[in-house]
T-cell receptor
Framework: GAVVSQHPSRVICKSGTSVKIECRSL??????MFWYRQFPKKSLMLMAT?????????EQGVEKDKFLINHASLTLSTLTVTSAHPEDSSFYIC????????????FGQGTRLTVV | DAKTTQPTSMDCAEGRAANLPCNHS???????VYWYRQIHSQGPQYIIH???NNETNEMASLIITEDRKSSTLILPHATLRDTAVYYC?????????????FGEGTQLTVNP
């Protein structure tokens, strides 16, 4: 199957700093990617839809100025957590499909963010 | 998308079949049933999907009832590596493959 890669897999940052997470589709082009967040012992929650060449679409309750998304190419989307706080500590996961309406979603391995 | 209901947890002996149920009594005619699983601290992995016919692939079988109000994922010979949270998700045909609404899923523990 197609491969989606995230980097870094783990990151620790200080409160008030910003952290960038990369999501790459390694062997296919993705015009749309999705970002999810998962708190401990909870399910995945969709944060936003990343659209290549245009603005991201955010789910209700997700602050667009806090979670900056850039999708500058067909193989790369980035999520930047700005002015991070301990409550932003979470598992962030991206996904993409081979085509917008394709049947199967491919997920990255996730990024564990810890804000201290 | 319609809601699904799954048991919180299940246990299975290694080598035996694991049967994971999912109720989706309000499913719409254009909604597919998808199954994903998430091994601890990893991203989810696609398993199988179906509309109304039973499906089988190298990983699992999916049995959908005739009225489509419930389904069962079957892992024919569970191994320790199948221990994971299994998510039953409904997705409309026109929705992007990656835009998924995850419920709480079933924690399957395969015991030696």
């Amino acid at each position: 199957g197609a491969v989606v890669s995230q980097h870094p897999s783990r990151v620790i940052c200080k409160s008030g700093t910003s952290v960038k997470i990369e999501c790459r589709s390694l062997d296919f082009q993705a015009t749309t990617m999705f970002w999810y967040r998962q708190f401990p012992k909870k399910s995945l929650m969709l944060m936003a839809t990343s659209n290549e060449g245009s603005k991201a679409t955010y789910e209700q309750g997700v602050e667009k100025d806090k979670f900056l998304i850039n999708h500058a190419s067909l193989t790369l989307s980035t999520l930047t957590v700005t002015s991070a706080h301990p409550e932003d500590s979470s598992f962030y996961i991206c996904s993409a499909s081979l085509q917008p309406r394709n049947t199967e979603a491919f997920f990255g391995q996730g990024t564990r963010l810890t804000v201290v | 998308d319609a809601k699904t209901t799954q048991p919180t947890s299940m246990d299975c002996a290694e080598g035996r079949a694991a049967n994971l149920p999912c109720n989706h009594s309000t499913i719409s005619g254009n909604e597919y049933v998808y199954w994903y699983r998430q091994i601890h601290s990893q991203g989810p992995q696609y398993i199988i999907h179906g509309l109304k016919n039973n499906e089988t692939n190298e990983m699992a079988s999916l049995i959908i009832t005739e009225d489509r109000k419930s389904s069962t994922l079957i892992l024919p010979h569970a191994t320790l590596r199948d221990t994971a949270v299994y998510y039953c998700i409904l997705r409309r045909r026109e929705t992007s493959g990656s835009r998924l609404t995850f419920g709480e899923g079933t924690q399957l523990t395969v015991n030696p």
